[in-house]
């Protein structure tokens, strides 16, 4: 009686999968009742999987969905008590960040920066690496990184590199823009140009993703197709170098063709941010709105030089200001070239700066006069006048000398710092002349901000007191932006107050600038003298 039982129960189950076969498809088991979520600006929910199909609500990124299948490229998803169908690239679910690789990139912020064969100042260098390169991320040991730099491993100073933290697109279910139209009907774009549309995608050997990376894309490069296939869109990513992207990350766009594009075509020109968060501007100035905040190792087309600024190309039709002391230019046909000096003290013998660099920076200049003296002195002139002087005793004396100004102009505040950075300055000079309402206050006082800055402040005053005759206002603290921002040894000096009539007629004549400019040397020979015996 139970064999029976068994029978008929093994035949009623038969004929009931005869009737409603089950779909064991593992896709569409994993995906039936999981959580998604709307990853566009706005994303149509269709009657059925395409886009002939009537729009039932338009969904908002964030919006919650719940997915019942997937169909090729469409998502059938329950949205409340609302069935319907989305673009599948569109939607993503929790797990999906598991598909993402962060990866962190070393950004040079300096010339002739040293590529070394350990993390040790006596490790031999493998070569030397120029302002903007980029390179991988390997390893970090105290102050020292290990980079990947082409075929080359080795160890870079981290004071003198950006890293920049980027996440890697690497599945289909990532966005590619924010208009499912686009994706679906690439015919309506001209197919010769693909625009990347993501943050960062890999450039691949071969059309998978698992092949040999050769590169990175950044988002708005535009590449020259050669093929396609299937999902995969085959690029020429740099002169006669092909490589392959998956199709999702980006659009087949029409080339830049105006103003700017042709002048780039010119010229050839890019600039590339050296800084993580660096803002770009509406127009050239500091005080305009920030359009949008790019990161180290963003590189732009160059569109327009204005004085200290570059008018860039964000796309086909924005476009956006950046200052030019925190991007580097790919020729460095527009700005001087600065030499980075790691550690050359071994090259030094005491008495001498050889292998010493020094930024002199004269306060002002331009439509920024600084103080004006009771008798009529502008500050910013007689400040370029001592630098000048100061320069040529430091030349002599065999330092690598370098100016923030050298004629009447103004110089942003934060382009002088760069400056201190971008040549690895040994030490910074701010050269100026004081003022204050009250007109019997005199003397000449030197100011630090950080306390690495102090030795060096106290060496120098030390050198001027002995050949200046002022009253001696000491080395002391001042929270001054060039200082206050510098990472470099940097100091700040006022040689005197033209606000006080006696004073200014002394301190604006040839003798006193001699005697100045030799105190000052003679402070900073002492203090690199004193560096070697340490």
Do not use: C
């Amino acid at each position: 009686m139970n064999k029976r039982k068994i029978l008929i129960g093994l035949s009623l189950l038969l004929l009931f999968t005869s009737i409603f076969p089950y779909n064991f498809s593992t896709s569409q088991v994993a995906a039936n009742g999981e959580q998604l979520f709307v990853k566009a600006e706005k994303l149509y929910l269709r009657e059925g999987p395409g886009l002939s199909y009537p729009v039932l609500e338009t969904l908002k990124e964030g919006t919650e969905l719940l997915s019942i299948k997937k169909e090729g490229d469409w998502q059938h998803v329950k949205y409340g008590e609302m069935e319907g169908w989305v673009a599948a690239w569109l939607v993503k679910s929790a797990d999906s960040r598991s598909a993402a690789k962060s990866e962190k990139t070393v950004i040079a912020q300096v010339n002739d920066l040293n590529l070394r064969a350990g993390p040790s100042l006596s490790s031999p260098v493998l070569t030397k690496l120029s302002s903007g390169t980029e390179s991988k991320f390997l390893h970090q040991e105290q102050d020292w990184i290990q980079i990947q730099n082409g075929e080359l491993v080795g160890w870079v100073f981290e004071k003198y590199v950006t890293i920049k933290e980027e996440t890697i697109l690497e599945t289909p279910s990532t966005p590619s823009n924010n208009n499912e139209e686009s994706n679906v009907t690439p015919q309506q774009f001209d197919p010769n140009t693909f625009t990347i549309n993501v943050n960062a995608v890999n450039i691949r050997k071969k059309p998978d993703l698992t092949a040999k990376k050769l590169g990175v894309a950044t988002n708005g490069q535009q590449f020259k197709v050669i093929s396609r296939d299937h999902n995969w869109v085959e690029i020429e990513y740099k002169k006669g170098a092909k490589g392959w992207i998956y199709s999702f990350y980006g659009t087949f766009t029409k080339q830049l063709k105006s103003e700017q594009s042709s002048k780039k075509e010119q010229t050839n020109n890019f600039v590339t941010v050296i800084y993580n968060g660096t803002n770009l501007r509406e127009s050239a100035s500091t005080s305009s709105n920030v359009v949008t905040r790019a990161d180290a190792g963003n590189t732009y087309p160059i569109i327009d030089n204005e004085g200290d600024w570059y008018k860039i190309a964000l796309n086909e039709e924005r476009t956006a200001y950046v200052a030019n002391w925190v991007v580097t230019e790919n020729n460095n046909a527009t700005g001087q070239t600065y030499q980075n000096h790691e550690n050359q003290s071994e090259d030094r013998k005491k008495g001498t700066l050889k292998g010493v660099t020094i930024v002199l920076d004269a306060g002002h200049g331009g439509n920024d006069r600084g103080t004006t003296g009771a008798r009529g002195t502008d500050e910013k002139d007689i400040n370029i006048m001592t630098t000048e002087l100061l320069r040529s005793k430091l030349q002599a004396a065999g330092a690598n000398v370098v100016m923030t100004r050298e004629s009447d102009v103004f110089v942003d505040l934060r382009k002088r710092v760069a400056v201190s950075h971008q040549t690895n300055a040994d030490a910074f000079i701010s050269i100026h002349y004081d003022a204050i309402e009250d007109s019997s206050v005199n003397g000449f006082t030197t100011y630090y901000t950080n306390s690495y800055q102090q030795e060096l402040a106290e060496y120098v005053h030390a050198g001027l007191a002995s050949k200046v005759d002022l009253k001696d206002r000491g080395a002391r603290f001042g929270d001054y932006l060039v200082l206050r921002e510098n990472r470099q040894n940097a100091i700040l000096l006022e040689l005197g107050y033209l606000s006080n009539p006696s004073e200014e007629r002394a301190i604006t004549t040839d003798y006193y600038r001699e005697q100045a400019t030799l105190g000052i040397y003679q402070g900073l020979l002492n203090y690199f003298d004193a560096q070697l015996e340490l």
